[in-house]
């Protein structure tokens, strides 16, 4: 649920302005009460992959949040379902973000106070363990002293040799937080961050107090920002990275349309398995049981299919029912033209007859016009019927009426 939901909040604040993402850093913010998880966020933001830390901060972040919004009863107690509710959260953020976006504010709080800070040697391109400020910029001690008198490359040129100058404690910590392992480090400067811009959120206050949005309410905001879970039948009208189910009934994020018109397979991301290719015509009828469960007991808040593609049961106003005759008498038709069938024209006509001893059921009549009556009333029926015999058009169609 959180994966899934994660990528589909990804794509969506990718394309925002900055104004809208400094007003869901300051959400994510008054939620969680912890500055690692804004940086996550802010990292996801720019288009960066968070570092260990950061997935762990955010991530159990949200689980503190979302006790506050589920009720325990829903989930019978049950501590490994609250991230059940991971769309919810998201929506949320979303929606209050709308709510709270600055307007004709020279600078952003968030935007302009969190810095993506490279801890990369500039020669060697490796990540510093042990910083060193010279004139060239921060390097390695290894680089540093290398070139220095009696380093293995001080013979290479005199003027070479870096010049070492103090490094302010703030800079050291921060390269000491990358251990010569992380290669970009995100960090709030304290003292350009302000966020009195953006006042006091009265619902901020009520989740403090533990009175959280109505489950309703929460599903109307994913629904409003793009975070519908959408069945698979219906994907091809939408774009993609939207959210869906798959077999097992679990959140899915659709990647891709089928390329050609015999591909029938649309590309899903799966949480925990990857990529995967799915024909969802095969995969509704899997998923009904599932849903009629979950709406039982009242779990379908969380990954249930938005109201407009929910069906509900009820009784037809009206049905349509098609008949097709395949039998043998069904190989001929009626010849007629004009309104009185012209002169010289066959008329067969196929009626039904309650004759015990004929196979079909059906008889045969041909008849023709007037002037061609007489001595040709013995035409062949062709074995559609048991007798056959010459009436007049008009007889015929009297016929007609006793069937």
């Not at 040129?157 to 070492?164: E, G, I």
């Amino acid at each position: 649920m959180l994966l899934s939901s994660l990528l589909v909040f990804t794509s969506l604040v990718e394309n925002m302005d900055d104004r809208s993402r400094d007003a869901i850093l300051h959400v994510v913010h008054l939620l969680t009460r912890f500055p690692p998880a804004v940086r996550a966020v802010y990292a996801i933001m720019k288009g960066k992959v968070p570092t260990p830390c950061e997935r762990t901060a955010l991530s159990q972040s949200i689980y503190e949040v979302l006790q506050d919004f589920i009720p325990r009863k829903l989930i019978n107690s049950d501590n490994r379902r609250i991230l059940e509710g991971s769309r919810l959260f998201f929506g949320f953020v979303l929606e209050k973000a709308k709510d709270i976006r600055l307007q004709n504010v020279a600078q952003l709080p968030y935007m302009s106070s969190l810095q993506i800070h490279d801890l990369r040697d500039p020669v060697t391109l490796e990540s510093i363990a042990t910083p060193v400020l010279t004139g060239q910029g921060v390097v390695e001690s290894g680089h540093y002293k290398a070139f220095q008198e009696g380093g293995v490359l001080s013979w290479i040129n005199v003027d070479t040799k870096l010049s070492k100058m103090t490094l302010e404690k703030r800079m050291r910590r921060i390269y000491s937080l990358g251990g010569g392992a992380i290669p970009h480090i995100t960090t709030l400067d304290e003292t350009v961050f302000n966020t009195s811009a953006y006042g006091s959120a009265q619902w901020a206050e009520d989740l403090q107090l533990g009175e959280g949005p109505e489950l309703e309410d929460l599903s109307k905001f994913c629904s409003r920002n793009g975070l519908s879970v959408i069945p698979p039948g219906v994907l091809g009208s939408f774009n993609p990275k939207t959210l869906t189910l798959d077999r097992e009934g679990l959140l899915a994020v659709y990647l891709t349309k089928p390329k050609s018109v015999e591909d029938k397979d649309f590309t899903f991301y799966r949480a925990m398995r990857g990529k995967e290719k799915v024909d969802p015509s095969s995969i509704n009828h899997v998923l009904i049981p599932i849903l009629e469960r979950r709406q039982h007991d009242g779990t379908s808040i969380f990954d249930g299919f938005a109201k407009a593609y929910q069906k509900k049961p009820r009784e037809p106003d009206e049905i349509v029912r098609i008949c097709v005759d395949c039998s043998q008498n069904m190989l001929k038709s009626v010849a007629s033209t004009g309104s009185d069938y012209g002169d010289g024209h066959n008329v067969i006509i196929a009626r039904k007859t309650h004759k015990a001893d004929s196979d079909e059921g059906y008889i045969s009549e041909q008849s023709r016009s007037d002037d061609q009556n007489d001595g040709n009333n013995s035409s062949d029926s062709e074995g559609l019927g048991s007798d056959s015999t010459g009436l007049d058009p008009v007889s015929a169609l009297e016929s007609l009426k006793g069937m």
